[in-house]
């Protein structure tokens, strides 16, 4: 394994955590929403 | 044309470009706050930009090709994790720092360390550490005097003055709305060279035959191939375990006051999420850069020092014309870093000392119009004066600056990265264990790293001579030593912890809440 293989592994892993990441905080994002109250 | 008169045109057109950015700056600043942080005025993907921009500095573009074209492939580790590092601790931690910043109207690192914690102890300690910071702007102005030397032939010291000159005209009037436009658009010029550089990589540019990346490491030496992944005698690279550090030393990246200061400027916390993909996704691309030293070695590129590499091949493989656009962009990126370090240097006199900590201890009201007026003015002179002090530093071209340069950012990093990533995450932290955590931090760096490059004593390697592997193992031990420590202390107050912590309401995450200081709500934009 080269080092560019190595390196690039390395950037799809970060990939990973960033879309886990991403899907993670807009969960929370949503749930501190305030709700809509209807007149 | 000469690649001189057409570097000239390029950069008389830059420089215009970024004084007007810098009036236009002008007229957005009314408060010290405004003129500080540019709190709550831009979207995610412009602050994504102008974040990476600062970020990738002159060491993308000149320090780490100069090591890919000295070590070869190798070299690749470090521009391929740092910017995961630093980006891992800006997820972490950037929505966080964004809300809680914004409620305890903190401007600096080491305002919302004192906030944070309520400690005017903290606050002054990391004002001090943060100082260092003038080091990393001395390398920053070395590095575009070797550029217009390079490129114009204009001697060093010209080149240094005029840089520092065309940065600081736009700060002093602009501040942190020109920092970080300014920055965002030098960000789209590095993100282009960066696309080029790794386009003539993939088609072996300059090599004859071509044949893409494997003709490139065919025509290197076998010591700096891809197949050799660690170099005992080099300590950066010696071995896997200090290639791991080179990531942990740069999750605490963040916590530099040049960097931590800019997720106030966002507009809400819901702009995080995108300003996170567009800085981390373009942060990685730029890193790729070192490809240029790669190939410049490979198609045997002379240069008198390894820094020079891109800016050599750009002379060698180019038309003029785009060798002197390109040379620009390089000065655009070594000029984004300076100005948000200048801004850091000078809040750190106008709002650290002067207004957080002088003005309080003398019983007076931190929000009046009156000092707030003051402070934009000593950040304003702030400015100039930490310009002129940075300039004649590095009149004769600085030997020890790689020494330097890290006594500031590993010093910092060490120090803050355990306060700051314990105290946004954990409410039992206090403001003992934070202080005290901060100085055995730096001592721990100074002991294994500083101590040595000074010369006090031998150390042991590649401690002495690797400030990633110190400052990775002196950042872990900060995070560790906040925690322990921090059992000794008083907890902070409940009405305070919640403050700090509480989930961010619809308008703190639209961004539509006026968030400027109580006491200057009626202060008119």
């Known amino acids: 394994m080269n080092v560019m293989v190595v ?11 960033l879309a886990l990441w991403l899907s993670f905080d807009k969960r929370r994002s949503l749930g501190a929403k305030r709700e809509v109250v209807e007149p | 044309m000469s690649v001189a008169a057409w570097g000239w045109t390029f950069l008389i057109a830059f420089g215009a470009f970024m004084v007007w950015i810098g009036l236009r700056g002008m007229i957005k600043t009314v408060t010290s706050d405004d003129y500080a942080t540019a709190r709550g005025s831009y979207r995610g993907w412009t602050l994504g930009l102008s974040y990476m921009a600062v970020v990738a500095s002159g060491s993308t573009f000149m320090g780490i090709p100069g090591l890919a074209y000295a070590y070869g492939f190798k070299a690749g580790y470090y521009p391929m994790l740092y910017p995961i590092g630093i980006y891992i601790g800006t997820m972490l931690i950037a929505r966080r720092m ?6 305890l109207s903190s401007q600096t690192v080491p305002d919302f360390l004192g906030d944070l914690y309520r400690s005017t102890a903290l606050r002054i300690i990391a004002a001090l550490v943060s100082i260092f910071l003038i080091y990393y702007l001395m390398s920053q102005l070395a590095a575009s005097g070797q550029m217009f030397d390079v490129i114009l032939g204009v001697p060093y010291r010209w080149g240094v003055v005029m840089a520092i000159v065309l940065v600081v005209a736009y700060m002093i009037t602009g501040g942190a709305h020109a920092d970080i436009i300014t920055d965002a658009v030098q960000g789209l010029f590095m993100l282009a060279i960066a696309v080029f550089v790794i386009g003539a990589f993939l088609v072996a540019m300059g090599i004859e035959g071509g044949g893409g990346p494997a003709a490139v490491n065919a025509a290197l030496d076998p010591e700096l191939r891809w197949d050799v992944h660690t170099d005992p005698s080099v300590a950066t690279f010696s071995s896997w375990w200090v290639i791991l550090l080179l990531f942990i030393a740069h999750l ?14 966002l507009r809400g916390g819901g702009q995080t999420r995108q300003f996170i993909l567009f800085s981390s996704l373009t942060g990685l691309t730029v890193g790729f850069l070192f490809l240029g030293g790669v190939l410049g070695r490979a198609i045997g590129v002379e240069v008198e020092a390894p820094d020079q590499i891109i800016p050599a091949m750009f002379l060698q493989l180019l038309p003029g014309w785009a060798a002197a656009a390109l040379a620009v962009a390089i000065l655009a990126a070594i000029i984004s870093t300076a100005d948000g370090l200048l801004m850091s240097i000078s809040q750190i006199f106008a709002n650290d000392i002067y207004r957080k900590t002088w003005v309080r201890l003398r019983g007076g009201d931190v929000n009046s119009p009156e000092v707030d007026r003051r402070a934009l003015l000593i950040g304003r002179v702030g400015i100039l004066l930490t310009g002129v002090v940075a300039t004649l530093a590095v009149m004769n071209p600085p030997e020890l600056l790689a020494i330097l340069l890290w006594v500031g950012i590993g010093g910092i990093i060490s120090s803050l990265t355990g306060p700051l990533f314990v105290g946004l995450f954990w409410k039992g932290a206090t403001a003992f264990g934070a202080t005290s955590a901060a100085v055995l931090a730096f001592a721990v760096y100074f002991a294994i790293h500083l101590g040595p490059q000074f010369g006090f004593y031998e150390g042991v390697y590649p401690w ?54 109580e006491g200057l709500a009626e202060v008119g934009r």
């Open chain 2, 464 to 517: 002495n001579e690797n400030p990633f592997a110190s400052t990775g193992v002196a950042s872990m031990l900060g995070v560790l030593l906040t925690v322990v420590l921090s059992r000794f202390g008083t907890p902070l107050p409940a009405d305070h912890v919640e403050h700090v912590h509480a989930e961010e309401s619809d308008d703190e995450w639209d961004g539509t809440l006026d968030q400027r200081p």
């Open chain 1, 7 to 17: 390196g690039l592994l390395s950037i799809a892993l970060y990939g990973v955590v």
């Open chain 2, 98 to 103: 964004k809300r809680a910043g914004d409620r």
């Open chain 2, 252 to 265: 605490g990246f963040v916590a530099q006051p040049h960097l931590g200061n800019k997720f106030f400027a």
